[in-house]
C-alpha cells in the first residue's frame, strides 16, 4: 500500500495530531513511514502543511512530489485548494467547509466553495457541526481525518487505536470523544459517495 | 527492537544520549531547537543529570560544551547556521585546540529561507575549521551520526560537524535504538598545553591538524554513510549529498537508476570516489541542497575536464531548497503536476499574536515618531519583527541578533536623532548587551526599546536568561536609572507609552525603555507564570 497525503491547514488548527494518529497507527502496522511537518511560523496564524507519506516500502523523499499526492487532507477550506499542484490526477481532495478568516482578504466563500466542487474527487464537509453533534469542536481536526479514512488504506480500528494511544494521557473521555468524531467524519463522507453512486 | 518515530533533531538528540553525552549547549534557533528540547525531556537525561540548560548566545554555547570536552566529558553544541556565525571564532580554533571527551557541533541550515535571514551552507564551515562534516540522509542515519560522532571525536582529535537542513530536522520517520553506552569520567588532557593556543603552540596544533586530513579522507572512503553504486550509463555520474540523495532515489522508485550514483554523507570527500567518477563518466551531475560547494571544487575555473553540471550552470536553480521535482527536472524526466493554484487563493503572512504585547509598543512609538519622520526604526530578530509588515509598518531594519542598538549607534552617530533601536529580552542578553556598552561609553543619544515578554518567544516560548534581573544588566552596563523606563504596554495605557517615549527622544544621552507584559502564547507555561510571580514582576 501506499498512501501519500498532504494535510493543510492554518497553525493551531490540530492538523499535526492527525498526523501523529495515522503515525501510530502506521508504526503499528510496521508500514514504512515519513512525516514532514513544517514548523515555524506556525504559532502565528501562518498556513501550515505537512506531507505525510506511509508505504508498505520504503519510501526515499521526505517530501511528496508535485502531482502525486493520494489526498489533500485539509481542515480549512481556502487552504486545501493552495495544494492542488500536488493533488494527482486521480486523487481526492478532503476539506473542511469552516473559514479561518485571519485575513482582510479572505475570498468570497461561494467562489472557494465553488473550486472545490470543480474538483473531480471532492469531499467537502462541515466538521466543526459535526464535531459539536458528537464531540466537541476540537475535535473538528478527528472529523477529518475520519472523512479521509476512506481512501487511506488503513482500517479504521487501527486509527482508533493511534487516537487511544495518543490521548490516553489526558482521559478515557477525550479518547472516546475523538473515536466519536473519526466514526461520524467517515460516515459523513460515506453517505456523500452513496448519494452520488 | 521497538522503532521511535523521531524528527531528524530528536534522532540526534536519541544518539547523542545515548553515546553517552553528558551535555548539551545551545541557543534556540530554528531548525535546531527541537534537539535540545527533546534531550531536556528526557528522561535519561534527567536521571543521568546531563546539562542541557540554554545559554546565551551561540558562542557561549560553544564554548562551554568545548569546556566539558576539555574535562574529558562528551559534550554537543546545537544552533542554526546563522548562529555558527556568532560562535565561528570559538569554532574555528576548537580544530585548533582539537579535543579530549568527544566534541560534536550541529548546524542546522535553512535553505529556502523558511525562518531565516540567508541561506548560508553550514559545510563551508566545515571545510574552512578543516573537521569532519557528517550530512544525514534520513532520520536513522541522524541518530547513527550522533552516536558514532563522539567516538570519532575522540579518535581523531577533531571536533566532528553534523550538518542538516530544515527538511531533515523537521520530518519524522521510524529509527532504531542502539544500546545506551555510560557517560565518560571527568579527566584533564594528556598534555596540558593542548588547550593553550599561544602561537607556539598553535602553530603546533595546526600541524597536526594538517596531518590528520589523509586519515580523515581515508575514513571518508570506508565511512558506511558513503556509498558509490556503479551504473552501466556512464554518460553521468551523479554525486548527491545528504538529503538530496533521496530526492534522486524519489526518481527512480519506477525507473531504474543506471548511472553511477555516488552517495556522499561525510566529508571531507572521499578523493577516490571522486576521481573514478571523474574518470569513468562523461560528465557529472552534483546534488547539493545548499550551496554549490563540492560543485565549485570540481568545477574549478579550467572549462577543461569533465563537465560539471549543478546550480552553477542552470540545471538546478542558483538558490533554494531542492525538491523531488527540482531533481527530476534536472534528470529530464517529465512529470505531470496537480492543478494550478487558484487565483482566488491568498497568502496569510505570519503576524503577532492577537494581544501581544509588542503591539502596543509598536502602536506607541509610531505615535511619538509622527513629528520626526519615516526611517529611524532599527530592530533586531524576534517576534516584534513582524512589526515590519502592515499595518504597523513600523520597522526600518532586521538584520542580525543584536544589530538594532549598534545600527542605531551609527545612524545617531551619522546625525540621523532621534534614531531608536527595538529589541526583545533574549536577544537583548544574547548579543544587545556589548553593543549597548559602546553606546554608554561614548554617551550616544539613542532611544533603546527593549521589548520584554519574558521569553524567547519566536523559537517557541524558551527561557530568557534576562528573566529577572534586565534592569539590572542595564543600569550595570551604565544606563542612568533615571532613563531606564518600564511600563506595561497595554491599549489603555497608550497615552502614557506615548508620553514616555517622547520624553526620552527629547533627552540627549542614553535611554532605555522597557514595555513589559507576557507573551500570551506562554501562560499556559505553569513554571514560567510562577517565576514571574516570584519575581514580583
Ligand atoms: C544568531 C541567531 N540565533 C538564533 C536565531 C533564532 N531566533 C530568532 S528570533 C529569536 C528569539 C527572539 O527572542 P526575543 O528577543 O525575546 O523576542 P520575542 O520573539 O520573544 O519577541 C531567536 C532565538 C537567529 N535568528 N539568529
Ligand atoms: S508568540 Fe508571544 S511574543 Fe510572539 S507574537 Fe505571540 S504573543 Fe507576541
Known amino acids: 500500500m501506499k498512501s501519500d497525503i498532504v494535510l493543510a491547514g492554518v497553525g493551531g488548527q490540530g492538523i499535526l495530531s492527525i498526523a501523529a494518529t495515522i503515525g501510530m497507527a502506521a508504526v503499528d502496522k510496521n508500514l514504512h513511514l515519513k512525516q514532514a511537518e513544517v514548523h515555524g511560523m506556525s504559532q502565528r496564524g501562518g498556513d501550515v502543511q505537512s506531507h505525510l507519506r506511509v508505504s508498505s516500502k520504503p519510501i526515499a523523499s521526505d517530501l511528496i512530489p508535485r502531482g502525486k499526492a493520494d489526498i489533500i487532507l485539509s481542515v480549512e477550506p481556502m487552504e486545501s485548494l493552495r495544494y492542488l499542484p500536488y493533488l494527482s490526477k486521480k486523487g481526492w481532495l478532503v476539506t473542511n467547509t469552516t473559514p479561518f478568516v485571519n485575513i482582510p482578504n479572505y475570498p468570497e466563500m461561494e467562489e472557494v466553495m465553488a473550486k472545490i466542487a470543480e474538483q473531480t474527487n471532492h469531499i467537502a464537509i462541515d466538521a466543526e457541526k459535526i464535531a459539536v453533534e458528537v464531540a466537541t469542536k476540537r475535535s473538528s481536526n478527528i472529523v477529518m481525518l475520519g472523512a479521509a479514512s476512506p481512501f487511506i488504506d488503513i482500517e479504521m480500528s487501527a486509527l482508533e487505536e493511534g487516537l487511544r494511544k495518543i490521548f490516553e494521557r489526558k482521559s478515557d473521555a477525550v479518547v472516546e470523544s475523538n473515536i466519536n468524531a473519526l466514526r461520524a467524519g467517515r460516515a459523513a463522507t460515506e453517505v456523500i459517495l452513496a448519494s452520488r453512486n | 527492537m521497538q522503532k521511535l518515530l523521531l524528527l531528524g533533531d530528536e534522532a540526534i538528540a536519541q544518539g547523542a544520549i545515548d553515546a553517552g553525552l553528558s551535555g548539551v549547549y545551545a541557543y534556540p534557533g530554528t531548525p535546531s531547537t527541537e534537539i535540545t528540547e527533546y534531550i531536556q525531556d528526557s528522561r535519561i537525561a534527567k536521571e543521568r543529570n546531563i546539562h542541557r540548560q540554554w545559554s546565551s548566545n551561540e558562542k557561549t554555547a560553544m564554548e562551554s560544551a568545548l569546556g566539558m570536552a576539555y574535562a574529558g566529558k562528551r559534550a554537543m553544541t546545537c544552533m542554526k547556521h546563522v548562529g555558527l556565525n556568532v560562535a565561528a571564532d570559538a569554532f574555528i580554533n576548537a580544530a585548533i585546540t582539537g579535543v579530549n571527551g568527544g566534541f560534536v557541533v550541529v548546524a542546522a541550515d535553512d535553505p529556502s529561507m523558511h525562518s531565516s535571514q540567508n541561506e548560508q551552507d553550514s559545510r563551508v564551515y566545515g571545510k574552512f575549521a578543516m573537521i569532519p562534516i557528517l550530512e544525514p540522509v534520513n532520520q536513522q542515519e541522524a541518530y547513527d551520526m550522533a552516536y558514532a560522532a563522539f567516538e570519532m571525536s575522540e579518535k581523531f582529535n577533531v571536533p566532528v560537524m553534523i550538518r542538516i537542513t530544515t527538511r531533515l530536522a523537521h520530518s519524522r520517520a521510524g529509527v532504531v535504538r542502539k544500546p545506551l553506552l555510560e557517560e565518560r569520567e571527568l579527566s584533564l588532557p ?348
Open chain 2, 190 to 537: 594528556k598534555d596540558p598545553t593542548q588547550f593553550v593556543l599561544l602561537p607556539a603552540i598553535a602553530r603546533r596544533n595546526y600541524k597536526k591538524l594538517i596531518e590528520t586530513r589523509p586519515d580523515l579522507e581515508k575514513l571518508s572512503m570506508e565511512s558506511p554513510y558513503n556509498s558509490y553504486a556503479d551504473g552501466s550509463d556512464r554518460s553521468m555520474g551523479i554525486i548527491a549529498c545528504g538529503i538530496a540523495h533521496n530526492y534522486l532515489m524519489e526518481n527512480f522508485q519506477e525507473r531504474e537508476c543506471n548511472y553511477p550514483v555516488l552517495k556522499l554523507s561525510q566529508y571531507p570527500m572521499p578523493r577516490k570516489d571522486i576521481e573514478r567518477m571523474v574518470s569513468e563518466c562523461d560528465s557529472i551531475l552534483i546534488l547539493e541542497d545548499g550551496y554549490p560547494v563540492i560543485e565549485e571544487l570540481l568545477k574549478g575555473y579550467q572549462e577543461a575536464g569533465t563537465p560539471v553540471k549543478g546550480r552553477l550552470d542552470g540545471t538546478l536553480p542558483r538558490d533554494g531548497e531542492l525538491t523531488p521535482n527540482i531533481v527530476a527536472n534536472a534528470l529530464g524526466f517529465p512529470f505531470e503536476e496537480g492543478a494550478p493554484v487558484p487565483d482566488l487563493v491568498v497568502g496569510r503572512p505570519p503576524a503577532m499574536c492577537k494581544g501581544c504585547g509588542h503591539i502596543d509598543a509598536y502602536k506607541a512609538l509610531n505615535i511619538a515618531l509622527e513629528d520626526y519622520g519615516p526611517g529611524r526604526v532599527f530592530a533586531d530578530i524576534g517576534c516584534y519583527t513582524l512589526g515590519a509588515l502592515p499595518p504597523y509598518n513600523a520597522v526600518n531594519s532586521c538584520v542580525d541578533m543584536g544589530a538594532s542598538i549598534t545600527m542605531a549607534k551609527g545612524a545617531a552617530d551619522a546625525g540621523l536623532t532621534p534614531a531608536v533601536a527595538v529589541i526583545g529580552d533574549s536577544t537583548f542578553t544574547h548579543s544587545g548587551m556589548t553593543g549597548l556598552l559602546d553606546v554608554v561609553s561614548e554617551g550616544t543619544p539613542i532611544t533603546i526599546i527593549v521589548s520584554d515578554n519574558y521569553t524567547t518567544g519566536m523559537t517557541g516560548g524558551q527561557d530568557s536568561q534576562a528573566l529577572g534581573h534586565l534592569e539590572q544588566i542595564i543600569a550595570g552596563i551604565g544606563v542612568d536609572p533615571d532613563h531606564i523606563r518600564v511600563f506595561k504596554p497595554t491599549a489603555a495605557n497608550l497615552d502614557e507609552m506615548v508620553s514616555i517615549i517622547k520624553e526620552e527622544f527629547d533627552y540627549p544621552g542614553v535611554s532605555v525603555i522597557i514595555p513589559r507584559r507576557q507573551c500570551i502564547q506562554t501562560l499556559r507555561n505553569k513554571s514560567l507564570v510562577l517565576k514571574v510571580k516570584e519575581l514580583g514582576l
